[in-house]
C-alpha cells in the first residue's frame, strides 16, 4: 500500500514494541520523518 504513495519511503524506527509510544527514543524521528514528509 505505502508504493502506491507518491514520495513515500521506508524509515526503520527502533524500538521494543508494535505500536510507537511517545515516550520511546525513536519517537522524535518518527515526528520528525512525518511533519517532513506532510510538508513537501
Known amino acids: 500500500m ?3 504513495i507518491p514520495g513515500a519511503r521506508f524509515v526503520a524506527l527502533e524500538g521494543q514494541n508494535h505500536l510507537l509510544l ?3 527514543p525513536a519517537w ?3 515526528l520528525e520523518e512525518v511533519r517532513g514528509f506532510l510538508a513537501s
Do not use: K, W, Y
Request: charged residues 45%.
Open 2 to 4: 505505502a508504493s502506491m
Open 22 to 24: 511517545e515516550d520511546e
Open 28 to 30: 522524535p524521528r518518527f
